[in-house]
């Protein structure tokens, strides 16, 4: 056969044509030299041809490759023989009945060591048997990561032993926030973002119903990337061999709207049910066959019934026989009317009669005609009607016999009892006043003040019990007069109004009163600014006058000094004499100038409030009295002293004088000691200025602050009489008080506060 294979060894080509069949493949040479194409049996069959049932030609060859392969395949071929690379493409071939089939065509160059020739050997493999697998593989793959995609919930697979996940659909990262390879890097990566409160109870489960080898869902909080919370349910299947758990598969579901429709419907159910049972009075639901469905804890309280006792009733069974023929006819009218209300007495366990205010209506409920009904317990109410009863004639006695108009206002009834005071006070009869009225009457400037805090006092508040407030009244005869109103909320347990009893009382004559005291205390205030003008005006007069009166001073001690230096030796001894008393005098009238001075300044400082160290303060003026601690050897010491918010002169005049009077008076036998201390008050400084000196009689503690008021003679203790005067004017003016405590010939202490 000139198209086919010569095989020198028969059985050689035996197994070639059979290893052709079982694979489904055929072989092909291309010989170069020669310029020849040659199929084997195998290429003819898998094409559906009868082995050399053509000859086998290039243009033959290439009709056989599919149109939109073949230029694909001549270009691989011009690839192969001009760079001597292998022969490697998947391409179509058509068959003899016009289909086509997937097949590898594969060749390498070979040389016939015989004859020299070069052959490029190959072989086609029909693969379309494979290709349809694998789409249909690839069709189920993509089918089933759809599947996953698009599922509700995280389908995943996890150890059975230690929980490492070890698969989970792409969902995962939509719900958790977590990528598939985040779940898969961490073995303990759902351990660890369970929710702590969840946790153990989740893995303990989890691992308990795993060793059982039983199937199991359960619910837990987890956490996802950005930290928020959702509550996951996990279905699993455990996979077992040989008696041991091997693998989980399971499907993680995110329930957390499921889970907060659920909370909120019970929160709903709670409140409910927390309303139904707080409601002040009874509450109850019944069919028409007289079923109790619902009512609420005040039936149960008021009745003495337990709670198992009233489903067993009927609502006619709360009350005695005589009146049950009665409630059956109201509840009858309730069912034909649709509305109805009574009073009845409930019968309660114990044989107690309750009087109780009912009303009813019609509803439809879970599909029937039920009777929803309230009632109130109006025995606090009929006790009250019997006090007030009792009270209205001991209020009219009082009325009489007070200067007030009082009034009582029952809330439930609407009712206003007017006391004969607003006919004294107002010229209204008390029949006349209503609670509308009596609004009407306040001032229209006042009346919407008014009417704000009484609506405020209207809310079931127990706390808001007492009312105080003023306002304009208008009189009967169109003269509006200033009343101040005074009245008790009486409220039940649940905080709602049930009674206002009240006075009103004219007090015109008290607002007259302050209106007079207000133009006196302008006129106080006009008189206090004219003092204080006046108070400026002498200061400055002082300040002049001193300043003259120096002059003339200065003039003589300074011609009596001239007088003494040139006529001196002129002179004899009791002209002499008279000088000095002359000089001395002017130096002693100056210094009473300049401490009257001093005085007149103080309270009119020209500074301000400061933070004020005492301990520095006290420094500098032991610098001021340098000469005189060092003349006298004066220790001075003090305890801890603080930093103080004053004014500094004022401070400064005063811890001078003292001080320098415990210098001067200092005892003559012993070394001057002083001591300043501190204490601080509630609302003060308490300074203390204590000496070793002389002391002073307890006689004279008063009048030593009293201005040119002196202890002693010049000639023993120099001075003015102003010092202490300005110590006490000083300290008047930081807003304290100074004393003094001291006994003769042991010492003295000046005590002083300074307003904080």
Request: some cysteine.
């Amino acid at each position: 056969m000139a198209n086919s294979f010569i095989e020198d060894n028969q059985d050689l080509g035996f197994q070639k044509r059979l290893l052709e069949e079982l694979t489904q493949s055929g072989t092909w040479e291309l010989h170069i030299q020669q310029n020849k194409l040659y199929w084997s049996q195998g290429v003819f069959k898998m094409l559906g041809y009868q082995p050399d049932e053509f000859e086998v030609t290039f243009e033959k060859g290439l009709s056989v490759i599919h149109p939109e392969d073949r230029k694909r395949a001549i270009d691989h071929m011009s690839e192969v023989l001009n760079s001597s690379k292998d022969y490697n493409i998947k391409k179509r071939l058509i068959k003899k009945d016009g289909t086509h089939i997937w097949v590898i065509s594969k060749a390498k160059w070979l040389k016939n060591n015989t004859t020299g020739e070069t052959i490029l050997s190959g072989a086609f493999r029909d693969i379309t048997e494979i290709l349809s697998t694998k789409k249909e593989l690839e069709t189920v793959v993509e089918t089933n990561q759809s599947l996953y995609e698009n599922l509700d919930g995280i389908f995943w697979e996890a150890d059975a032993q230690t929980f490492e996940f070890l698969f989970v659909s792409p969902q995962v990262e939509k719900i958790t926030g977590f990528t598939q390879e985040d779940w898969l890097a961490d073995p303990k990566f759902w351990q660890n973002h369970i929710f702590l409160e969840d946790r153990d109870s989740a893995i303990n489960l989890c691992h308990l119903e795993t060793q059982r080898l039983k199937d199991h869902a359960f619910d837990y909080r987890f956490i996802k990337k950005d930290g928020e919370l959702i509550w996951l349910n996990d279905r699993v299947k455990v996979i077992s061999e040989n008696g041991k758990a091997v693998k989980l598969q399971g499907m993680m579901v995110d329930i957390t709207r499921e889970k907060n429709i659920t909370k909120a419907l019970q929160e709903e159910i709670a409140l409910n049910q927390s309303f139904l049972h707080k409601l002040p009075g009874i509450f109850f639901l019944f069919d028409l066959k007289g079923k109790m469905i619902l009512w609420n804890h005040n039936i149960e309280s008021i009745s003495g019934y337990s709670e198992q006792e009233i489903r067993e009733m009927k609502p006619d069974d709360f009350f005695k026989k005589e009146d049950q023929k009665r409630i059956l006819d109201e509840i009858k009218k309730v069912a034909d009317d649709n509305r109805n209300e009574v009073l009845m007495e409930i019968q309660a366990k114990d044989g107690q009669k309750i009087p109780v205010h009912f009303s009813a209506s019609i509803i439809q409920y879970q599909g029937k005609p039920c009777i929803l009904g309230i009632g109130q317990d109006i025995r606090e109410l009929i006790e009250s009607k019997r006090l007030i009863e009792e009270n209205i004639e001991r209020y009219e006695l009082v009325t009489k016999a007070t200067n007030e108009a009082i009034w009582d206002y029952d809330f439930r009834e609407e009712s206003l009892h007017c006391g004969d005071g607003f006919f004294k006070l107002f010229g209204y009869e008390p029949s006349e006043m209503s609670l509308n009225k009596f609004i009407q009457l306040i001032h229209p400037d006042d009346q919407e003040r008014v009417n704000k805090k009484i609506q405020d006092y209207l809310t079931p508040d127990p706390t808001k019990t007492n009312w105080l407030d003023e306002f304009r009244f208008k009189k009967k005869n169109n003269i509006y007069t200033y009343v101040v109103s005074k009245a008790i909320f009486l409220r039940n347990k649940q905080g709602y109004i049930t009674r206002i009893v009240g006075s009103i009382q004219d007090i015109s004559h008290q607002k007259e009163y302050e209106r007079s005291l207000k133009s006196l205390n302008e006129k106080l205030e006009l008189h206090i600014r004219e003092l204080a003008f006046s108070n400026q005006e002498l200061q400055r007069f002082a300040f002049i006058a001193s300043h003259d009166l120096q002059e003339p001073l200065r003039m003589i001690s300074s011609f009596m000094g001239l007088l003494e230096k040139r006529y001196g030796d002129k002179l004899d001894e009791k002209a002499l004499r008279y000088i000095s008393f002359a000089t001395e005098g002017a130096k002693q009238m100056q210094r009473i100038i300049l401490d009257l001075l001093e005085h007149s300044r103080v309270g009119s400082p020209d500074e301000s409030k400061v933070n004020l160290s005492v301990d520095k303060l006290l420094k500098e003026i032991q610098l001021y009295l340098k000469k005189n601690i060092q003349e006298k050897s004066v220790k001075i010491t003090h305890s801890q002293l603080p930093s103080i918010h004053t004014f500094k002169t004022p401070l400064f005049q005063i811890f001078m004088n003292l001080i320098s009077n415990s210098i001067k008076y200092a005892h003559p036998e012993r070394t001057p000691a002083i001591h300043i201390d501190c204490k601080e008050l509630k609302n003060h400084w308490q300074f203390s200025v204590s000496d070793n000196g002389i002391g002073i009689s307890p006689e004279y503690f008063e009048k030593i602050f009293i201005i040119f008021e002196r202890l002693h003679t010049k000639d023993k203790f120099e001075g003015t009489g102003i010092g202490l005067a300005i110590v006490k004017k000083a300290v008047e003016y930081l807003g304290g008080e100074v004393k003094v405590s001291s006994e003769i010939g042991k010492g003295s202490t000046f005590t002083f506060t300074i307003k904080k």
